[in-house]
């Protein structure tokens, strides 16, 4: 009885044992997929969508920063103010559809030349009454600022990043600092870039932590960071009035 006991006891601690082994392989393998994601993402435009393309789940999402606003997407090159995308859970989610053009805002008339100037910048919780043609119909709306975060389908990342410039692609320089893991497999990556704002000409550098989720396939189904956006803004000369 003892020998049963011992030799059940013996196997139970090699599987436990076993167990273990294949979870730390499987966070190494997580953070070696995720240092090398960010690296490639700082690297070139090629090698972004190659990382993406190759290592993002079909239902994987990168998930935007978040920020104070209504949650729609308009095509600044366009003539107008035409609703392009509606962002899901925002505040104008259920208000706006795709293909509203915004014609009055606060009881202005929106334009080509005054439309970057009207009322959607504010406090949350502030209101926007606006009105919209719809169907060559115009219609009034109301909605209030709140936070809103936006999040792209594989598709949509990839679309993202092929309509970028590949010369314009990148940091000056950057420096993988930390990769490290939570225990149910979260991956952390930390690094520090410098960079060039185009209009000005000054130089910026931030430190951002890039958060990975993976499936059991070890694709990334979520991806976000967390950056300093105040200190780049400041540094580029910036005033933050509230």
Not at 58 to 78: A, H, I, K, L, M
Not at 166 to 171: E, H, V
Request: charged share 20%; proline share 3%; with cysteine.
């Amino acid at each position: 009885m003892r020998k049963i006991q011992a030799t059940f006891v013996l196997s139970m601690m090699l599987i436990v044992s076993a167990c273990s082994m294949d979870t730390s392989n499987k966070h190494q393998d997580a953070m070696d997929l995720a240092t090398a994601w960010v690296t490639a993402y700082l690297t070139s435009k090629d090698s972004a969508l190659s990382m993406i393309d190759n290592n993002m789940a079909s239902d994987g999402v990168s998930v935007g920063e978040r920020y104070v606003g209504f949650g729609f997407v308009w095509n600044p090159d366009g003539d107008g103010m035409v609703v392009d995308y509606v962002v899901p859970e925002s505040p104008a989610d259920g208000v706006l559809q795709e293909g509203d053009s915004f014609v009055e805002v606060n009881g202005v008339r929106l334009t080509n030349e005054n439309r970057n100037q009207l009322g959607f910048r504010g406090m949350p919780g502030e209101s926007v009454g606006a009105v919209v043609l719809r169907d060559g119909i115009e219609k009034p709306v109301s909605f209030a600022r709140g936070p809103v975060q936006i999040r792209y389908s594989k598709e949509q990342v990839m679309n993202n990043i092929s309509s970028v410039d590949a010369d314009a692609w990148g940091p000056e320089e950057f420096n993988i600092i930390e990769t490290a893991s939570t225990n149910d497999g979260v991956v952390h990556v930390l690094y520090w870039s410098e960079f060039v704002e185009d209009a000005t000409g000054y130089k910026a550098n931030a430190y951002t932590v890039t958060r990975f989720m993976f499936d059991d396939m070890g694709k990334v189904v979520w991806v976000g960071n967390l950056t300093e956006d105040r200190f780049v803004l400041e540094q580029q000369g910036w005033n933050i009035s509230r």
